[in-house]
Nanobody
Framework: QVQLVESGGGLVQAGGSLRLSCAASERTFRSYVMGWFRQAPGNEREFVAGISWSTNYADSVKGRFTISRDNAKNTVYLQMNSLKPEDTAVYYC???????????????WGQGTQVTVSS
């Protein structure tokens, strides 16, 4: 059982930056593919970024967001720059045994952290 705890959300003006962190409880963290997802009110949960041996991003965040991981700290990060109001959502980190962008393929989820971007 992997427990994931996100932090770093908040309120920021458009054009600003935030860094989200997700701390995992498991020492086997390094064996998991880690992903960030987001869900805005009335919308389905959508893939934002994933990291295994490589990284991949949703088109909407390419060039603005960067996912990284520190296996020694069992932590994955999401650096978000040039934020836009449409980035407003609850952001979740998740762990999977395979590289995928489908939420249904992720086994473990954090509780989420709110990101609000004002215009």
């Amino acid at each position: 059982q992997v427990q994931l705890v996100e932090s770093g959300g908040g309120l920021v003006q458009a054009g600003g930056s935030l860094r989200l962190s997700c701390a995992a409880s498991e020492r086997t963290f390094r064996s998991y593919v880690m992903g960030w997802f987001r869900q805005a009110p009335g919308n389905e949960r959508e893939f934002v970024a994933g990291i295994s041996w490589s990284t991949n991003y949703a088109d909407s965040v390419k060039g603005r967001f960067t996912i990284s991981r520190d296996n020694a700290k069992n932590t994955v990060y999401l650096q978000m720059n040039s934020l836009k109001p449409e980035d407003t959502a609850v952001y979740y980190c998740a762990a999977s045994s395979k590289a995928t962008s489908r939420p249904s393929d992720y086994t473990y989820w954090g509780q989420g952290t709110q990101v609000t971007v004002s215009s």
